[in-house]
Nanobody, 118 residues
């Protein structure tokens, strides 16, 4: 059973920064991780994809976070990160980590709350 666990959420002021982390319980050298991603669901909103990093390290961002957020991965540590800069109140959401692993499936974490407020 693959487990995905996020951490790093919390309260941050507008304009501030926060880094989310996610660990995946599989050895990246033993499986093919097709993509790792971050999604979010704000109050009363549908879940949306925020950022994704593919196996070739190509990245894609939603227009709402482009230029402010950066996704990165560390294969040796089985980690994916989301660096959030210049945060806005509308970034308030539960952030979910996703791992898409070839021949195993699509896995989600339980989410970590990010609140942007002064």
């Amino acid at each position: 059973q693959v487990q995905v666990v996020e951490s790093g959420g919390g309260l941050v002021q507008p304009g501030g920064s926060l880094r989310l982390s996610c660990v995946v319980s599989v050895d990246f050298s033993q499986v093919r991780v097709l993509a790792l991603g971050w999604h979010r669901q704000g109050p009363g909103k549908e879940r949306e994809r925020v950022a994704i990093i593919a196996n070739d390290d190509s990245t894609h961002y939603s227009d709402s976070v482009k230029g402010r957020f950066t996704i990165s991965r560390d294969n040796a540590k089985r980690m994916v990160y989301l660096q959030m800069n210049m945060v806005k109140p509308e970034d308030t959401a539960v952030y979910y980590c996703q791992a898409i692993i070839r021949n195993l499936g699509n896995y989600w974490g339980q989410g970590t709350q990010v609140t942007v407020s002064s």
